[in-house]
């Protein structure tokens, strides 16, 4: 025990006295937690437009008013034809064109139906489906407005009405932020786990420090114990400075229990630093660990659920997120901050962490080669 705890005494010692780690475990958190949930946000907005109204009726200037006032356009090109139009389409100047055709409103008075052509700028295939869906919406629901007006009903009208009135739980304002801070946290958490405990050992071994350990009597599982520690009271630390962040700066305070979030957390915490520890053991310089823990970390986000929900993925990729422990972190957190979820409900989740706890530890110590 007492060799533990002179081994933590170096361990923080020399983080501390690292200012690049501090800067790295402290201050880099706080300025991602802060700055990637107001950049990183599904939602469209801004969509330049194009207009061509060959009609000039008081129906097609009703349309492109419903457009205007739509907050997700902004109408940047009024052309007289289509050539005209297309000049700034190619030059990126707008993203979407609407075209009204001549006799637009006679049309839909006369034979109840008219064309229009709307044309997209689908480089960014998200920015381009969102648009068209935006923009058919409005148009539909200006087609809903002319029938209505078109209709005279009598005081009591025998039409039957269906009323929506949705009711969004765990998240009442639809808020992005509110989905997006939790995810985003984990991964913060998981860089200190995984990512700085690799480059802390490693570097070690570069400075030749860990050659010396290794010939003295100090056990192996103690000298683990001795690296490990440290970051995983650091990841619990830099958890708490975000659920801190989250609130002060979002609003957002866990619905759930935060002893059992931070009871996940730490066993989490455990299977990334097995990992950091298993890619330390294989990696003799920082920069390949740099290189190793990038590729893992890339994998976390992309496949964890992060910014693409794991049901819409392929089905190859689907398997991948099972053996992917950020994956389920980052559902944990969202439902017991979100949800209020409990106990019950994480523990098909906290069986699968335990299970990547052990197996990413056994191979580390067993992969650990000490030198006598």
């Known amino acids: 025990m007492r060799t533990i705890i002179f081994l933590l005494e170096k361990e923080f010692a020399q983080i501390f006295r690292n200012s690049a780690i501090l800067r790295i475990i402290f ?99 998200v920015k381009g489906n969102l648009g068209a869906a935006y923009i058919s919406g409005i148009i539909r629901t200006f087609n809903q407005n002319i029938r209505m007006d078109w209709m005279n009903f009598p005081k009591m009208s025998p ?12 998240n009442k304002l639809m808020s992005y932020k509110n989905f997006m801070v939790p995810g985003i946290l984990v991964i913060l958490v998981t860089m200190v786990g995984s990512f700085l405990s690799s480059l802390n050992i490693v570097h070690e071994k570069e400075a030749g420090t860990i050659e010396q350990i290794n010939v003295t009597p100090i056990k192996k599982h103690h000298f683990i114990l001795g690296k490990l520690i440290p970051f995983w009271i650091l990841g619990i630390v830099v958890l708490a400075i975000g659920l801190l962040i989250s609130y002060i700066i979002y609003g957002i305070f866990p619905v759930g229990n935060i002893f059992l979030l931070f009871s ?37 986000i992309l496949l964890g659920g992060l910014y693409t929900p794991i049901e819409s993925m392929p089905d190859w990729a689907i398997m991948i997120t099972k053996f992917n422990p950020a994956a389920y972190f980052i559902e944990v957190i969202r439902m017991i901050v979100l949800k209020g979820s409990g106990l019950k409900d994480i523990l098909p989740h906290f069986f699968a962490i335990s299970c990547f706890a052990v197996v990413f530890n056994v191979l580390a110590i067993w992969s650990y080669k000490k030198q006598v």
């Not at 009024?78 to 389409?89: P, R, S």
């Not at 039409?159 to 765990?170: D, M, R, S």
């Open 264 to 300: 996940f957390a730490a066993v989490y915490l455990v299977g990334t630093l097995g990992l950091g520890l298993l890619v330390s053991n294989f990696a003799d310089t920082q920069q390949q660990a740099m290189f190793f823990s990038f590729l893992l970390m890339m994998v976390f």
């Open 27 to 125: 201050v880099m958190p706080i300025i991602q937690l802060i700055m990637l949930p107001l950049a990183a946000d599904y939602e469209v907005k801004s969509i330049n437009c194009g207009i061509i109204d060959h009609d000039h009726s008081p129906y097609s200037r009703k349309l492109i008013a419903q457009i205007e006032a739509s907050t997700y356009f902004k109408l940047v090109d009024y052309e007289q034809n289509i050539t005209g139009a297309m000049t700034n389409f190619e030059k990126d100047k707008s993203d979407i064109i609407l075209e009204i055709p001549a006799h637009f409103e006679r049309d839909l008075i006369k034979e109840e139906k008219s064309n229009l052509l709307i044309v997209v700028n689908a480089v960014n295939g």
């Open 159 to 170: 039409v039957p009405e269906i009323k929506i009135a949705p009711i969004p739980w765990y």
